[in-house]
């Protein structure tokens, strides 16, 4: 690969975001599209990303992605959590590997040099994840009749997704606005949730 290619890539990014992170910490990342854009302006398009093999285990779905641009390949595995309902249903795997897809090419095009400048930014623990939004037992506090309805919290997990947010990142973000988890929210406080992360989205 020429040079002005590999100065294309690793051309810093203006649009970089944020999101809450483990113990407080703000994560840095950059949104799928823009690798997109970066690995078509500085290839021209001449790139191809396929995924080599998947694999769901333990509530978490693992992807092995390719991206070749040109006669130089790069693979890199990209991971995300199975997002279920409250009593345990599948909500759309389809989603789940579409995500986990997606942050494989994240991680492939880091190899080619895009975005290493936020490297590690996405990075996260995924030895242990959980399923998304399934609940302990009810706080006292917090009445079973008045809880989230059950379709508030399939949205926001579809909305977590969107916004590239784990299980724990979820629970902190709701913590930070409402003192509780996510799974935890009143109807109300659910549907306010839903219109910050829609916001966010």
Not at 10 to 23: A, C, E, L, T, V
Not at 129 to 139: A, G, Y
């Amino acid at each position: 690969m020429d040079q002005e290619k590999l100065r294309l890539l690793m051309r810093p990014f203006n649009d970089i975001k944020s999101r809450p992170g483990r113990n407080g910490q703000s994560i840095q990342y950059v949104e799928a599209h823009s690798i997109v854009q970066r690995l078509n302006e500085a290839l021209g398009g001449d790139w191809s990303f396929r995924v080599l093999e998947r694999e769901i285990l333990d509530g978490e779905v693992i992807v092995l992605g390719e991206v070749r641009a040109g006669d130089v390949v790069k693979q890199a595995f990209g991971g995300g959590e199975v997002t279920m309902t409250r009593d345990g249903k599948i909500v759309s795997l389809a989603d789940d590997l579409k995500a986990a897809a997606t942050d494989a090419l994240k991680k492939a095009a880091t190899l080619l040099g895009v975005g290493l400048h936020v490297c590690g930014a996405e990075e996260r623990p995924q030895a242990h994840m959980k399923p998304k939004l399934v609940e302990p037992p009810p706080e006292p506090d917090v009445p079973p009749n008045n809880r989230l309805t059950r379709k508030q919290a399939e949205f926001i997990g579809k909305l977590a997704r969107s916004n590239a947010l784990g299980k724990h990142e979820l629970d902190e973000l709701a913590k930070q606005q409402f003192g509780k988890s996510a799974g935890f929210l009143t109807v109300k406080e659910a549907s306010e949730f839903i219109g910050t992360l829609s916001t966010a989205a």
